[in-house]
């Protein structure tokens, strides 16, 4: 189980903690895996974009309408997080419905 997301992520670290068998993957530091945000997009559509985040309300209007794909790439911490790849299947967010997919406490 890969959780994409923060190392400074409250949230992150949350869901690391309670899924012992999970590794954490840095957006930030490394970038988005080939693939992964067309997958995720393709699940989530614009929730994968947090609009609630510092980044975003920092952002211009011009930047705010760019594609999220190419937005998501220039800048990885939008993402809504964290974004879980339970064997292929994702999850976005840490909600009570996402831990008792993934059987977390």
């Known amino acids: 189980m890969i959780v994409y ?36 997009l393709a699940a989530f559509g614009s929730a994968l974009i947090n609009t609630r985040s510092t980044t975003w309300r920092s952002l211009p209007e011009s930047e705010r309408t760019r594609p999220a794909l190419e937005l998501l790439n220039d800048h990885p911490a939008l993402m809504k997080r964290p974004l879980i790849d339970d064997d292929g299947t994702l999850h976005l967010g840490w909600t009570p419905e996402v831990r008792q997919a993934l059987g977390a406490a």
């Open 5 to 40: 997301g923060l190392s400074t992520c409250d949230t992150c670290r949350k869901a690391l903690k309670s899924l012992p068998d999970a590794t954490l993957f840095d957006v930030r530091d490394r970038g988005f895996p080939k693939g992964l945000l067309t997958r995720a």
